[in-house]
């Protein structure tokens, strides 16, 4: 009988645990907030029946990155609309203007002499495809020459190669490794030489007469049968994949640690052999998108309250940080309002922007095409820095927003709010994210700024920003605050103003990109 209790206590508790467990943290939560009945719905809704899982796999799993121009990025659109819809939320595709259509395929790359062992690598964004062939050719190593005629020269060695045109990193150990295991005067004797290879590979490049950009087209143009680069994002495994820039020949980042084996066996004169088979299509001109959604206010219709994240990523991986939890974050805010403050005073957007990773484009055209919302906005709340929680918010430069923004963050719970450093008036934001196409005009865009979770190195336009990457603990904390600076902006019996600081240079509105990748 002993056995059987426990068994059934067991069976039991694991049956509750999840309930029991959610509710001790919305008890938590609501310990240090006030009775405010929409609050706490919020609260205990998102820590016991949060969708932002389901909405990640369907996402980044389903659907995958979201590349300006892709079928996918349509995609994407589409199902955000959906979603909306699923949940009586008023939601659209606007078009803000038109991009080179490209879908990428699979892709082959193999060493197969001295020996045989297939590659890591990954196709650029917008390389041309190889159709149905595979080609196989030596790999060489781009040459330190003395000048652009000494380069003009060498040139024609290029025919029917695969070119490597990035340095050989000393080392595939982060730098936190090193300080971690290393003597100090090992660490100081390595930085220093990747300080000298690096300053030797930019006079390297600099030398041939060409840029970073343009030297890739100058080898195709010579009959290179491809490019190789290892753009490396200084962490183990991980490499950034942005956009290629020939139009004939595949360009294709290599692993660091495959990139190194290739660039060691080629310069001990081992001659090494590659195989690559890229598909890729080139799809036209197709138009680009911005998801908008709307709960319309009841009291102040025209006064608007915004939620921001941009839609679009790079496609090395599946955009999973950068900036599918920024989007994920302002769904499931959305939802939580429409479910639990369906009738707001004011009007509550939401905007999922198309390239922003090529200029912030698709916020920069709404801008320009609605300054009937921008004029009467509110505030902007904005996030995309990776997946952490967020801890970071600055008043943009505007005299007003410490007044404004520290009411509304009184309402957020203690155990959210307690982790937030404020930085009033703040310096307005330039770029980096959409916010920044609000500031520009004099609106009140705000970025919540997230813990880092080694953003920049490991999942910041990489390979491996992935579903795995996402804490969705900190996901949820995101959901519950942006949702409620909203309730309480929407509430606010003031509307807003947002004077600039004086002696602040304020940055100038930057036209939106409304046809990208084209020819002129």
């Known amino acids: 009988m002993k056995h059987i209790y426990h068994y059934t206590c067991n069976n039991l508790w694991n049956k509750a645990r999840p309930f029991v467990l959610g509710m001790l943290l919305c008890s938590g939560i609501a310990s240090a907030q006030s009775t405010n009945p929409v609050i706490n719905s919020i609260m205990t809704e998102e820590t016991t029946n949060s969708q932002l899982e389901k909405l990640a796999h369907e996402l980044f799993d389903g659907i995958g990155p979201r590349l300006v121009g892709t079928p996918q990025m349509k995609q994407a659109n589409d199902w955000a609309v959906a979603k909306y819809k699923s949940w009586d939320i008023q939601a659209k595709n606007e078009k803000w203007g038109e991009w080179r259509g490209w879908e990428r395929g699979i892709s082959h790359i193999d ?5 045989a062992k297939s590659l890591e690598g990954t196709q650029l964004a917008w390389s041309p495809g190889m159709d149905k062939k595979t080609t196989t050719a030596e790999v060489i190593i781009l040459p ?10 060498w040139l024609p060695n290029v025919k029917g190669k695969f070119v490597m045109i990035s340095m050989l990193q000393p080392t595939g150990r982060p730098d936190y490794n090193w300080q971690e295991f290393a003597l100090k005067e090992s660490f100081d004797k390595m930085k220093a030489e990747r300080t000298a290879q690096t300053d030797a590979w930019k006079k390297r490049i600099s030398k041939t007469g ?11 143009n010579a009959g290179a049968a491809g490019i190789l680069t290892n753009n490396w994002s200084a962490g183990f495994g991980v490499d950034k994949i942005f956009a290629a820039y020939t139009k004939i020949v595949p360009t294709v980042d290599i692993a660091l640690e495959d990139y190194g084996m290739l660039y060691r066996l080629s310069e001990s004169g081992n001659k090494p052999v590659i195989s690559i088979h890229c598909e890729s299509k080139e799809l036209g001109v197709v138009p680009t998108f911005n998801t908008i959604a709307e709960i319309k206010g009841t009291e102040k219709p025209n006064e608007y309250v915004m939620l921001s994240a941009h839609f679009d990523s790079w496609d090395g991986g599946t955009g999973a940080t950068d900036n599918g939890t920024g989007t994920l974050t302002m769904m499931e805010a959305m939802r939580l309002l429409k479910k639990f403050y369906p009738h707001p005073k004011r009007t509550i957007l939401v905007g999922h922007w198309g390239s922003e990773e090529e200029g912030l484009n698709g916020s920069r055209a709404f801008v320009e095409d609605h300054p009937e919302i921008v004029s009467n906005l509110q505030a902007l709340f904005n996030q995309d820095n990776g997946t952490g929680r967020v801890v970071n918010l600055t008043g943009q430069g505007f005299v007003e927003a410490k007044d404004y923004l520290s009411r509304w963050l009184a309402a957020v719970p203690d155990t959210i709010k307690n982790r937030i450093k404020t930085v009033f008036p703040g310096q307005p934001g330039g770029g980096g994210s959409d916010f920044a196409s609000f500031v520009a005009v004099g609106a009140p865009g705000f970025s919540l700024g997230s813990l880092n979770w080694s953003y920049g190195s490991y999942t910041w336009h990489t390979n491996r920003d992935t579903y ?12 519950i605050l942006a949702a409620i600076m909203a309730y309480m902006a929407s509430e606010d019996p003031q509307k807003t103003v947002n004077t600039k600081t004086e002696g602040i240079k304020w940055p100038a509105q930057v036209k939106a990109t409304r046809r990208g990748g084209l020819d002129k």
């Open 468 to 479: 795995d990457k996402v804490v969705f603990d900190d996901l949820k904390n995101n959901a």
């Open 210 to 220: 060409f840029t970073n950009k343009t030297l890739p087209v100058a080898l195709e």
């Open 144 to 153: 330190d020459v003395a000048d652009s005629v000494a380069f003009q020269q």
């Open 111 to 115: 060493m197969v002499s001295p020996r």
